[in-house]
């Protein structure tokens, strides 16, 4: 299997001007072969400006992102698409900081042009529910799950929560993982942009006592064999398994994996190939370039580089994938002021 890039394009033409922070993209296949992507921008992360936004590439290139959910004083965060046929939905979380998160969704019955009104995803659970940054699994028997994690000032857990409607009712299966009761503030090659586009990780002596696992990105390789890896404050990818379809999880484990405490996401293709987008750098919040595609062909037992998006210095992170046909498709953050798409023709032979 190889991939071959088509041309990259910026979801925010330079007409529209730069926002003073953009970040965490999502990305659907519509059914005419158009995409639907959205993020989070404003003015800092988690400042109160901060809204969900929308941008569709149609035959001739992304048009102009469009405001969809915002409220002044609230920031808003990570959405995460989910499409079938023309219905489509949108989780996204509101709050000052991810200690804080309420998870919100809407549902578009035209493909993203109108939505719904957006309302709490589990009325009247204080705990975080549904997808947190990666997109859902549709299972081999048709459920969803949705790969989500939590955050206290002090450790990081991730869970999945599995649907059988459709998202209007949720069963949540912990990941477990035991955790660091001293995190050593190892500053070695410490990302230079921390804290720097960010309201909520500003004291060093803070970030680097979170100790755990969050944003998982799932697969499934046989009915009911479900697979995660994960974001790590550990300096690796760690992964989990389950064989039951995600209603229980073995404990998470240390992958070869390098990880710089920043999000990754994977998609599996029709042969059972797995590529994988993250930035390959060690270290608890290490640098977020260079952003590279690696490819297993064994269910994650191994990986080569496949591509590199980016390998520059900047911040090129939180890259989201997904596959339809004979293309792949990736977006991710592009020095926190754009997001950048980069399609790439799937050869199997």
């Given at each position: 299997?190889?991939l071959?890039?088509?041309?990259?394009?910026f979801?925010?033409?330079p007409?529209?001007g730069?926002f003073g922070h953009?970040?965490g993209?999502t990305?659907?296949v519509l059914?005419?072969?158009?995409?639907?992507?959205?993020?989070f921008?404003?003015q800092?992360e988690g400042?109160?400006?901060?809204?969900?936004?929308?941008?569709r590439r149609?035959a001739?290139?992304w048009q102009r992102?469009?405001?969809?959910?915002?409220?002044?004083?609230v920031?808003?965060?990570?959405?995460?698409?989910?499409?079938?046929g023309?219905?489509?939905?949108l989780?996204?979380?509101t709050?000052p900081?991810a200690?804080d998160w309420?998870q919100?969704?809407?549902?578009?019955?035209?493909a993203?042009h109108?939505w719904?009104e957006p309302?709490p995803?589990a009325?009247g659970?204080p705990t975080?529910?549904?997808?947190?940054?990666?997109?859902?699994?549709?299972?081999?028997?048709?459920d969803w799950?949705?790969p989500g994690?939590v955050?206290?000032?002090?450790?990081?857990?991730?869970?999945?929560?599995?649907?059988t409607d459709?998202?209007?009712?949720?069963h949540?299966?912990?990941?477990?993982?035991?955790?660091h009761?001293?995190?050593?503030?190892?500053q070695?090659?410490?990302?230079q942009?921390?804290?720097?586009?960010?309201l909520?990780?500003?004291?060093?002596?803070?970030v680097?006592?979170?100790?755990?696992?969050i944003?998982p990105s799932?697969?499934?390789?046989?009915?009911g064999q479900v697979?995660?890896l994960?974001r790590?404050?550990?300096?690796?990818?760690?992964?989990?398994?389950?064989?039951?379809g995600g209603r229980?999880?073995?404990p998470a484990y240390?992958t070869?994996?390098?990880?710089?405490?920043?999000?990754?996401d994977?998609?599996?293709l029709?042969?059972?190939t797995?590529v994988?987008?993250?930035?390959?750098?060690?270290?608890?919040w290490?640098?977020?370039?260079?952003?590279?595609?690696l490819?297993?062909?064994?269910?994650?037992?191994t990986?080569h580089?496949?591509r590199?998006?980016?390998t520059?210095?900047?911040?090129?992170?939180?890259?989201?994938?997904?596959?339809a046909?004979?293309t792949?498709q990736?977006?991710y953050?592009w020095n926190?002021?754009?997001i950048?798409h980069?399609p790439?023709?799937?050869?199997m032979?």
């Amino acid at each position: 299997m190889r991939l071959y890039p088509d041309a990259p394009a910026f979801l925010i033409p330079p007409a529209f001007g730069l926002f003073g922070h953009c970040h965490g993209s999502t990305l659907v296949v519509l059914p005419d072969g158009g995409l639907l992507a959205a993020f989070f921008a404003g003015q800092r992360e988690g400042a109160g400006d901060t809204a969900i936004w929308l941008s569709r590439r149609t035959a001739s290139g992304w048009q102009r992102p469009n405001r969809v959910f915002a409220r002044d004083g609230v920031a808003h965060w990570n959405p995460v698409l989910h499409a079938e046929g023309s219905r489509v939905w949108l989780f996204y979380k509101t709050g000052p900081s991810a200690h804080d998160w309420i998870q919100q969704w809407a549902v578009s019955e035209d493909a993203g042009h109108h939505w719904t009104e957006p309302r709490p995803l589990a009325a009247g659970d204080p705990t975080l529910r549904g997808p947190v940054r990666n997109k859902l699994l549709v299972l081999s028997d048709g459920d969803w799950l949705a790969p989500g994690s939590v955050e206290t000032d002090r450790y990081w857990d991730a869970f999945t929560d599995r649907s059988t409607d459709k998202g209007r009712t949720w069963h949540k299966a912990t990941v477990p993982l035991d955790h660091h009761t001293t995190v050593g503030p190892d500053q070695t090659g410490i990302w230079q942009g921390l804290g720097e586009n960010a309201l909520w990780e500003t004291r060093l002596d803070v970030v680097f006592r979170w100790d755990g696992v969050i944003q998982p990105s799932l697969w499934e390789s046989t009915p009911g064999q479900v697979h995660m890896l994960l974001r790590s404050t550990r300096g690796q990818v760690y992964r989990s398994d389950s064989r039951d379809g995600g209603r229980h999880w073995a404990p998470a484990y240390a992958t070869p994996l390098p990880n710089n405490n920043s999000a990754l996401d994977l998609v599996r293709l029709t042969d059972g190939t797995l590529v994988l987008a993250c930035n390959p750098v060690p270290g608890n919040w290490g640098r977020r370039y260079p952003l590279t595609l690696l490819v297993s062909p064994d269910n994650g037992a191994t990986w080569h580089p496949e591509r590199d998006l980016e390998t520059a210095a900047g911040e090129f992170s939180y890259p989201a994938v997904v596959a339809a046909g004979d293309t792949l498709q990736v977006t991710y953050t592009w020095n926190r002021t754009n997001i950048m798409h980069r399609p790439f023709r799937i050869d199997m032979r």
